[in-house]
């Protein structure tokens, strides 16, 4: 069975200060995990992934994510956050018994960024 | 190229009625699986199809059901509607096959509220 724990349900934090959205996880499979950010009344959108290889994930608006075997971890990161960062943040594992495609997620991280 | 399309956005439906939700995935993605998402049980995992055949399912009642079309296109349906079944209902493409490692793309989710 794979389970995901976000530490926090709330994050507030000022514009251009750094953030970090912690994640945990547990598996006993391969591990592939993934960062969704979703807007309100809106699906989710993958942030950033990690199937293999670098440990350390960057997605295209600056945030990141680095893959910790030892500590079961997958937190995100972003130096500098934006106004518009504002949303929910879930963290997910993926796997299924028999293969397919199923996700795991977190309970979601709210992060308000405030001017 | 498209993304995820689900229909309706939203739905009001009285208890004891049923409802049946749509999703097209993207062009060329086989896999379609469906989550529930609420305030209180966040997202959670109903079933995903592949090739027209259900391979996995979430723990869910019987009143929950899915099926897939040739085209890939995706129906959920609902029998017996309870009041703790509004919430917003997801769908998510992939393409992948087997792999566990393939990145899901969702839609922008359907809002059903139960009165």
């Known amino acids: 069975a794979q389970s995901v724990t976000q530490l926090d349900s709330q994050v507030p934090v000022f514009e251009e200060a750094p953030v970090e959205l912690r994640c945990n996880y547990s598996?006993?499979?391969?591990?592939?995990l993934f960062w969704y950010v979703q807007y309100p009344n809106q699906g989710l959108q993958l942030l950033l992934k990690?199937?293999?290889?670098?440990?350390l994930v960057e997605s295209i608006n600056g945030f990141e994510a680095e893959f910790n075997k030892s500590q079961t971890s997958f937190h995100l990161r972003k130096p500098s956050v934006h106004i518009s960062d504002t949303a929910e943040y879930f963290c997910?594992?993926?796997?299924?018994?028999?293969?397919?495609?199923?996700?795991?997620f977190g309970t979601g991280t709210q992060l308000k960024v405030e001017l | 190229k498209a993304g995820v399309t689900q229909t309706p956005r939203y739905l009001i439906k009285t208890r004891g009625q049923q409802v049946t939700l749509s999703c097209s995935p993207i062009?060329?993605?086989?896999?379609v699986s469906w989550y529930q998402q609420t305030p209180g049980q966040g997202l959670q995992f109903l079933f995903e199809?592949?090739?027209?055949?259900?391979?996995n399912k979430g723990n869910f009642p019987g009143r929950f059901s899915g099926r897939q079309f040739s085209n890939s296109r995706s129906e959920m349906n609902v029998s017996t509607l309870e009041l703790g079944d509004s919430a917003l209902y997801l769908c998510?493409?992939?393409?992948?096959?087997?792999?566990?490692?393939?990145?899901?793309?969702f839609g922008q989710g359907t809002r059903l509220t139960v009165v």
């Open positions: 062009s060329g993605h086989r896999s």
């Open positions: 990690y199937l293999s290889g670098s440990t």
């Open positions: 199809y592949f090739s027209e055949t259900q391979r």
């Open positions: 598996s006993s499979v391969s591990v592939y």
């Open positions: 998510a493409s992939s393409l992948a096959q087997a792999a566990l490692n393939t990145e899901a793309f």
């Open positions: 997910a594992v993926s796997g299924a018994t028999g293969g397919g495609n199923k996700l795991t």
